[in-house]
């Protein structure tokens, strides 16, 4: 069977160009898609935190920057 496909390969090399390309598309696609759910999923924990804060009032919060080294 491989014999069969080189054979192909060697008189016609454009299928095998363009499955490598569709392959090299897809895989930058994927690589794309991840990045970008990783910038968003980082960006929605941030506002998540930065909403979630527990409000402390403004005396505690000086007496903690007083105990701070």
């Known amino acids: 069977m491989s014999t069969?496909?080189?054979?192909l390969a060697r008189e016609n090399p454009w299928p095998g160009l363009?499955?490598?390309?569709?392959?090299?598309?897809?895989?930058?696609s994927l690589v794309g898609l991840s990045l970008l759910l990783g910038v968003t999923i980082s960006i929605l924990s941030l506002l998540h935190a930065l909403v979630d804060r527990d409000a402390t009032?403004?005396?505690?919060?000086?007496?903690?920057?007083?105990a701070a080294p």
């Open 4 to 7: 069969l496909l080189l054979s």
């Open 18 to 28: 363009a499955v490598a390309s569709l392959n090299l598309v897809v895989a930058l």
């Open 57 to 66: 009032p403004i005396k505690q919060r000086n007496q903690r920057l007083r």
